[in-house]
C-alpha cells in the first residue's frame, strides 16, 4: 500500500494499524498530496490493489472545518445564584440603565469595546468569484480565527444574503451598536466603494476594507524595505500598478499619499491615461493624477525601465522578458493569487526583490500582517474612523520590525508569525488615532490633496 502511494506521487505520513483478526487488518493511512484530482489519484492507486478495499477517504481540511472554526466562551464562570444575578437579571438592569444614560459606556461596559464584525455577501470570494454568503462563511470564520489569533480580538462572521448596495449599507448600521469596528470583506467593485463611504459617514465606529486597505498597508510596508535594500527612494522610482480594482487603487491612493515618483495604472482597457474615453470617475481620477508621460501602450511597454512593478490582477501577464527589461534593481510584487502575474522563478533571474502573495515563495504578502494590529490599535484608542494616517503608521510599523540588520532581497517583510508585528502596528495605530498631528509627514508632495474616496462606479480587479 506504501509503495502504490509512493508511486502514486504521494507521501506517505502515518500508517495506523486501527483493527485486525486472522485474515484481515484495517489502517488509517495518511498522505499528502497536491491537490483533490491527485487525491483521487491515490485512491484509484489503492483500490486497484487486490485484497484492498478502501472504506473511506477523508481530507484533513474539510475535517478542520467540521461544525466551523470558532466558538464563543463565556469570560464569566456562572458557577454560582450570585454570579447569575450579577451576570443577568436583576444586576444587568443597572448597567443598562448606566448605558442608557451615557451611551459612550457601551464600549467600556459590553463586548463593544473588544469586538468586530466581518461582513460580507459573497460576492468576490478569495479568487473564486461570486459564491454566495453561506459559501463565503468559511473565509469569514477563518478571518475571525486570525483577527483572535494575531490580535486578540473578538471577531464575528456576518454574511447576508443581499448583494443590493442600500440593503447592506442599512443592515450594517442597524447592527453596528454591538460592535467596535467593522471589517469588510470579499464585496465586489465597484458596490465595495460606496458600502464603506456610506458607512463611514454613518457610523461612529471604524469601516475598514481588508481588500483595499489592508492590501495596501502591506504592500507600502513591503516596498518601504524592498527599496532601503536596492538603495532608492520613494520619490525617484516609477511604479507600473496592474489592476485599478479595489486593491489597486487602494495601493496606488496610498503611494500617492507617501510622494511616489509617478505611478503608471493598467488594468482590462490598458494603462490609464488622459483622453481615454469613457472611463468611470475613480479611473478618471486616476488617469488625470498619475502616468505623466501618458503613456497609452501595453503592460510590457509600461514595466520597460520601470522601477517598480505591482500586480493585483490576473496570472501569466508577464515574462522574465519583460522583467528583465525594467530599469536597474527593479522591484516586481507579483499578488495574484494562487498564479501570480509573473512566474517568480524567471522574475528572481533579473529583478533585485520578488514578492508574491504565496506562502510557498520567499516575501509573503499577507494582510494578516496588517488587519489585527490595526484594529488592536483603533479598539484600544476608542477611534471613531480609519485614516490613511493610521494606514502609513501601520506600514512603517510593519517595515520596521523587520530591522535593518536583517533586511535582505529575500527578507523585506517578517513573517505572519512573527509575534512582534501586531503589538507594533497596534502601537502605531493607536498613536496616530489619538494624535494624529504627530504621524510623519508624505516623503514629498502627492500632488492633489482632496484625494476622493472612491466613488460607486469603479472597475473591479481584473
Same mark, same amino acid.
Given at each position: ?56 477517504? +477523508? ?12 466558538? #464563543?466562551?463565556?469570560?464569566? +464562570?456562572?458557577?454560582? !445564584? ?11 438592569? !443597572? ?17 463593544? &469595546? ?22 463565503? /462563511?468559511?473565509?469569514?470564520?477563518? =478571518? ?6 494575531? $490580535?486578540? #480580538? ?16 442599512? %443592515? ?11 471589517? *469588510? ?13 456610506? *458607512? ?13 486597505? $489592508? ?16 538603495? =532608492? ?6 511604479? #507600473?500598478?496592474? $489592476? ?29 491615461? &488622459? ?34 512593478? %505591482? ?6 501577464? /508577464? ?39 504565496? +506562502? ?24 471613531? $474612523? ?25 527578507? %523585506? ?7 512582534? #508585528? ?41
Amino acid at each position: 500500500m506504501t509503495t502504490s502511494v509512493g508511486e502514486a506521487g504521494a507521501i506517505v505520513t502515518a500508517l495506523d494499524v486501527v483493527d485486525s483478526d486472522h485474515t484481515h487488518v484495517v489502517v488509517d493511512l495518511t498522505c499528502d498530496t497536491a491537490d483533490a484530482s491527485h487525491a483521487d489519484q491515490v485512491v484509484d492507486a489503492l483500490t486497484s490493489l487486490d485484497g484492498v478495499d478502501v472504506r473511506k477517504v +477523508s481530507d484533513r481540511t474539510f475535517l478542520l472545518h467540521l461544525g466551523g472554526k470558532i466558538e #464563543v466562551t463565556p469570560k464569566v +464562570s456562572l458557577r454560582t !445564584r450570585d454570579e447569575l444575578s450579577r451576570a443577568y437579571t436583576p444586576g444587568v438592569a !443597572r448597567v443598562c440603565q448606566a448605558i442608557a444614560e451615557n451611551p459612550a459606556d457601551a464600549r467600556r461596559l459590553t463586548i463593544k &469595546r473588544n469586538t468586530v464584525a466581518v461582513v460580507s455577501d459573497g460576492s468576490a470570494v478569495l479568487g473564486l468569484g461570486n459564491l454566495g454568503p453561506a459559501a463565503s /462563511l468559511p473565509v469569514m470564520e477563518g =478571518k475571525a480565527a486570525l483577527f483572535k489569533r494575531f $490580535g486578540g #480580538v473578538d471577531a464575528w462572521p456576518v454574511v447576508l444574503d443581499t448583494q443590493d448596495t442600500d440593503e447592506i449599507v442599512a %443592515i450594517v448600521k442597524a447592527i453596528a451598536p454591538a460592535y467596535g469596528g467593522i471589517n *469588510l470583506e470579499d464585496i465586489a467593485a465597484p458596490r465595495c466603494f460606496e458600502i464603506e463611504a456610506r *458607512l463611514r459617514a454613518a457610523l461612529d465606529i471604524p469601516v475598514f476594507h481588508d481588500d483595499q486597505h $489592508g492590501t495596501a498597508i502591506c504592500v507600502l510596508a513591503a516596498l518601504t524595505n524592498a527599496l532601503r535594500v536596492v538603495g =532608492k527612494q520613494l520619490a525617484d522610482v516609477r511604479v #507600473v500598478v496592474s $489592476g485599478a480594482g479595489a486593491a489597486g487603487t487602494a495601493i496606488m491612493k496610498l503611494l500617492l499619499r507617501q510622494g511616489v515618483g509617478d505611478i503608471i495604472a493598467y488594468d482590462r482597457r490598458g494603462a490609464l491615461h &488622459r483622453g481615454m474615453a469613457a472611463l468611470n470617475p475613480a479611473w478618471q481620477w486616476l488617469a488625470e493624477h498619475t502616468n505623466r508621460q501618458n503613456y497609452s501602450g501595453d503592460l510590457a511597454g509600461a514595466v520597460r525601465d520601470a522601477d517598480v512593478f %505591482i500586480g493585483v490582477s490576473a496570472p501569466n501577464l /508577464l515574462t522574465g522578458d519583460d522583467v528583465a527589461a525594467m530599469a536597474k534593481d527593479s522591484i516586481v510584487f507579483a499578488l495574484a493569487n494562487p498564479d501570480p502575474e509573473v512566474d517568480p522563478r524567471e522574475a528572481r533571474k533579473h529583478a533585485a526583490v520578488v514578492a508574491t502573495g504565496r +506562502s510557498d515563495q520567499p516575501n509573503q504578502i499577507n494582510n494578516v500582517l496588517a488587519f489585527p494590529g490595526v484594529f488592536r490599535g483603533m479598539l484600544d484608542a476608542h477611534a471613531e $474612523g480609519f485614516t490613511e494616517e493610521m494606514a502609513i503608521a501601520a506600514a512603517r510599523a510593519i517595515a520596521d520590525v523587520v530591522g535593518e540588520d536583517k533586511i535582505n532581497p529575500t527578507v %523585506i517583510v517578517p513573517s505572519v508569525f512573527d509575534s512582534r #508585528v501586531a503589538p507594533a502596528v497596534a502601537a502605531a495605530v493607536r498613536a496616530a488615532a489619538q494624535n494624529p498631528s504627530t504621524t510623519p509627514p508624505p516623503a514629498a508632495d502627492p500632488g492633489p490633496t482632496d484625494l476622493p474616496e472612491i466613488a460607486a462606479s469603479a472597475s473591479a480587479t481584473p
